[in-house]
């Protein structure tokens, strides 16, 4: 069982000692261990029980330390980098030797993100190494959004958890890259397209090849609950048979007790629908019920983002 607090020097021991700490984004909770030392970075798979060919982001809590892991950063992924860190956005730059090729799956890039939360950039402002921090879950079920969802799951695994309240995202990061010259979208996320194209221009997205070798490990199949998932453009009571619980968009199903129910956003409000996603998933997840069904909700903006997770869900095997 890992201590849950807010205790920053704590952290930064369990840390130095090679031990795995739990550390709030404003996007989902990352499992962080130092990136540079590659026996942390197997524990974090193992902990994760994470295949080997899904490549880590390292975390960091300035652009000026990265010239020390990766090499020169193309201009328009700079701009982003710029407009948007620390933010929910993710991008894939040539790797320096230092990080190990465990970290990035024996790709040449290596995924960088400055996070949005003041415990965790206090705690990166204090470590002379990137944190490698996949989300705090264990490997193709619904990601954490709070310090009590990483304890459930990963409590055994973990020595400190970093307790940064709900996440205000809720989901994860949006991840850019370069392909001959081109900006290329491989997971949608917490930053919508939107808000890219307006400072770099149209982007090109890929984010459901799951036979990308680019990004090995964008698989179709995630962010799952353990109960059976049907997904539709709208749900209708009465259509499927069973105890069912129901994961809505913005209006309650007439003759269902609602607390079978979960609304992502009762007034219509994306960044409320993706802030509420994990939690809501979970909770269905734990209710004695045969199945969840969900509906998508307007693919604009972040919905996108929950469209894609929505999907993945819904994915078998
Ligand atoms: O919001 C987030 O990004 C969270 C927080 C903790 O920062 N982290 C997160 O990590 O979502 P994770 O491990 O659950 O997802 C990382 C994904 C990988 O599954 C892979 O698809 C992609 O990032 N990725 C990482 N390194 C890559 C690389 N070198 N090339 C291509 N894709 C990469
Ligand atoms: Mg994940």
Redesign the pocket.
């Given at each position: 069982v890992a201590t849950i607090g807010v205790n920053i020097e704590e952290a930064k021991e369990s840390l130095l000692q090679g031990k795995l700490v739990g550390?709030p984004?404003e996007?989902?909770?990352?499992?962080g261990g130092n990136a540079l030392d590659e026996k942390v970075v197997l524990s974090i798979f193992q902990a994760k029980n994470?295949p080997s060919f899904?490549?880590?982001?390292i975390?960091t809590d300035r652009l000026d330390k990265l010239k020390n892991f990766v090499h020169e950063i193309p201009t328009p992924l700079l701009c982003l980098a710029n407009r948007f860190w620390p933010g929910?956005l993710?991008i894939?730059l040539p790797?320096k030797s230092i990080i190990p090729d465990l970290?990035?799956?024996g790709?040449d890039?290596?995924?960088v993100?400055i996070?949005d939360n003041p415990l965790t950039l206090a705690l990166l402002s204090k470590l002379d190494f990137p944190l490698a921090?996949?989300?705090?879950?264990p490997f193709g079920y619904i990601?954490p959004t709070t310090a009590q969802h990483v304890e459930n799951q990963l409590g055994e695994q973990v020595s400190y958890i970093l307790d940064g309240g709900a996440c205000e995202i809720g989901?994860?990061?949006t991840?850019v890259?370069m392909e001959a010259g081109e900006l290329v979208i491989?997971?949608l996320?917490?930053l919508s397209i939107e808000d890219i194209e307006s400072v770099v221009g149209k982007v090109k997205i890929m984010s459901h090849s799951s036979s990308n070798p680019?990004?090995?490990?964008?698989?179709k199949s995630h962010y799952a609950p353990k109960k059976r998932f049907l997904l539709h453009d709208r749900v209708e009571f009465g259509k499927v048979s069973g105890s069912i619980g129901y994961l809505l968009f913005d209006q309650y199903l007439d003759g269902v007790d609602t607390q079978y129910q979960r609304l992502l956003s009762p007034t219509g409000d994306l960044k409320e629908a993706a802030q509420n996603l994990f939690k809501y998933l979970r909770e269905l997840d734990n209710l004695a019920i045969d199945l969840i069904e969900a509906e998508f909700v307007p693919n604009v903006d972040l919905g996108r983002a929950i469209n894609d997770r929505l999907r993945r869900a819904a994915a078998q095997g």
């Amino acid at each position: 069982v890992a201590t849950i607090g807010v205790n920053i020097e704590e952290a930064k021991e369990s840390l130095l000692q090679g031990k795995l700490v739990g550390i709030p984004t404003e996007t989902v909770y990352g499992l962080g261990g130092n990136a540079l030392d590659e026996k942390v970075v197997l524990s974090i798979f193992q902990a994760k029980n994470r295949p080997s060919f899904d490549p880590l982001i390292i975390h960091t809590d300035r652009l000026d330390k990265l010239k020390n892991f990766v090499h020169e950063i193309p201009t328009p992924l700079l701009c982003l980098a710029n407009r948007f860190w620390p933010g929910p956005l993710t991008i894939l730059l040539p790797k320096k030797s230092i990080i190990p090729d465990l970290v990035t799956s024996g790709l040449d890039q290596v995924a960088v993100r400055i996070p949005d939360n003041p415990l965790t950039l206090a705690l990166l402002s204090k470590l002379d190494f990137p944190l490698a921090a996949p989300s705090a879950n264990p490997f193709g079920y619904i990601s954490p959004t709070t310090a009590q969802h990483v304890e459930n799951q990963l409590g055994e695994q973990v020595s400190y958890i970093l307790d940064g309240g709900a996440c205000e995202i809720g989901i994860e990061s949006t991840i850019v890259g370069m392909e001959a010259g081109e900006l290329v979208i491989y997971r949608l996320g917490g930053l919508s397209i939107e808000d890219i194209e307006s400072v770099v221009g149209k982007v090109k997205i890929m984010s459901h090849s799951s036979s990308n070798p680019k990004a090995p490990g964008m698989i179709k199949s995630h962010y799952a609950p353990k109960k059976r998932f049907l997904l539709h453009d709208r749900v209708e009571f009465g259509k499927v048979s069973g105890s069912i619980g129901y994961l809505l968009f913005d209006q309650y199903l007439d003759g269902v007790d609602t607390q079978y129910q979960r609304l992502l956003s009762p007034t219509g409000d994306l960044k409320e629908a993706a802030q509420n996603l994990f939690k809501y998933l979970r909770e269905l997840d734990n209710l004695a019920i045969d199945l969840i069904e969900a509906e998508f909700v307007p693919n604009v903006d972040l919905g996108r983002a929950i469209n894609d997770r929505l999907r993945r869900a819904a994915a078998q095997g």
